[in-house]
C-alpha cells in the first residue's frame, strides 16, 4: 500500500509565498513521475506542474516563473514553491506519484495526496 501526505497550505494574501510538499511512504521500488495539480471550485482539475525521474520539468503557462517544482528522491517528496501568488492560485492541490509498487511485477499506478487548500487573498 502506498500513501503520499501533503502540507504546506494555507491563506496567503497576493505577492506572497507558499511551499507545498507531498511525501510518500508504503510499497515503493521506483518512483517515475512526480506532479502537483489543482482543482478550483466549479473548475477541472488541471495540471500545475510536472517533474520527471530524471529531473526534467514542465509547467502550466499561467504558473511559469513563479513557481518551481523540485523532488528529493531520497525522502521520496516532492516539492511545490509558489510565489507572487495570485487571488486565481485560489485551489485545492493535490500531488500525483507515478509508481512502480515492487520488482514483479513491473507494474505502474497513480497514487494521489488529499490535496491541501490554497487561498490566495487580502
Known amino acids: 500500500q502506498v500513501q503520499l501526505v501533503e502540507s504546506g497550505g494555507g491563506l496567503v494574501q497576493p505577492g506572497g509565498s507558499l511551499r507545498l510538499s507531498c511525501a510518500a511512504s508504503?510499497?515503493?521500488?521506483?518512483?517515475?513521475?512526480m506532479g502537483w495539480y489543482r482543482q478550483a471550485p466549479g473548475k477541472q482539475r488541471e495540471l500545475v506542474a510536472a517533474?520527471?525521474?530524471?529531473?526534467?520539468?514542465n509547467y502550466a503557462d499561467s504558473v511559469k516563473g513563479r513557481f518551481t517544482i523540485s523532488r528529493d528522491n531520497a525522502k521520496n517528496t516532492v516539492y511545490l514553491q509558489m510565489n507572487s501568488l495570485k487571488p486565481e492560485d485560489t485551489a485545492v492541490y493535490y500531488c500525483?506519484?507515478?509508481?512502480?509498487?515492487?520488482?514483479?511485477?513491473?507494474?505502474?499506478?497513480?497514487?494521489w495526496g488529499q490535496g491541501t487548500q490554497v487561498t490566495v487573498s487580502s
Open positions: 500525483n506519484f507515478n509508481i512502480q509498487p515492487r520488482v514483479i511485477p513491473a507494474t505502474r499506478f497513480d497514487y
Open positions: 508504503g510499497s515503493i521500488f521506483v518512483i517515475y513521475a
Open positions: 517533474i520527471t525521474s530524471g529531473g526534467s520539468t
